[in-house]
């Protein structure tokens, strides 16, 4: 008889271990389940949220890409007279870092523009970048040509002049693309030309005289 009683004992002590470590088991899964689920489902929300945030683009975003890259590209030409035509060594130095900066910068800005649909040539009034478009800082196709005929010391004088003038057109339409645009890489690039030409200003006023 105590032998009997002794084998149920131990088999009720066996059962009910056995169900308490299913159970364990089945929560550790439940947990393990949902863990997973939840991580998967977070990801799969940051991850649609980071491409809207890297993909999205307004109005303003794609302005400032169709002003800013005719206004870099007459930048670009101005620089470029420089080389042959400053007589200044700062002059020229500052031309050529204008090329290294501004160049660059136009190849990614028609780069966002094709990935939006955009077409350059038609983007905009007055895409001829040598004439009076009507954007900050533009110059007019009578004063470049006056820049080319110039050499020397006049050269230098005009160029920067003319260059103070057009950096200022540059940072007004980078300011308004950092307040208003939406599409990262463009206000950040905008934040970059804010810094870079109105550091390039101070430089050139200097050379000038006026600081």
Not at 55 to 74: S, T
Not at 75 to 100: C, G, N, T, Y
């Amino acid at each position: 008889m105590r032998h009997t009683r002794t084998s149920l004992t131990r088999r009720t002590a066996l059962m009910a271990a056995t169900a308490t470590a299913a159970l364990t088991l089945a929560a550790c899964g439940n947990d393990s389940d949902s863990g997973s689920s939840g991580h998967d489902g977070h990801s799969a929300s940051s991850s649609s949220s980071a491409s809207s945030s890297a993909g999205g683009h307004n109005e303003q975003d794609m302005a400032f890409a169709q002003g800013m890259i005719p206004h870099h590209q007459q930048a670009l030409e101005m620089a470029k007279l420089a080389a042959d035509r400053a007589s200044s060594a700062k002059v020229k130095d500052l031309a050529s870092r204008i090329e290294k900066a501004q160049d660059p910068e136009i190849q990614t800005m028609n780069g966002w523009l094709k990935s939006w649909g955009k077409d350059m040539s038609s983007s905009m009034p007055g895409m001829d970048h040598s004439s009076d478009s009507g954007m900050p800082g533009m110059t007019n196709g009578k004063d470049m040509g006056h820049l080319e005929k110039m050499s020397g010391t006049g050269f230098d004088t005009m160029f920067l002049t003319m260059m103070i003038d057009h950096h200022k057109g540059a940072v007004d339409m980078a300011t308004t693309e950092k307040n208003k645009g939406e599409y990262g890489p463009a206000t950040s690039m905008a934040g970059d030309i804010v810094k870079a030409q109105t550091a390039e200003i101070t430089e050139m006023n200097k050379l000038l005289g006026k600081n």
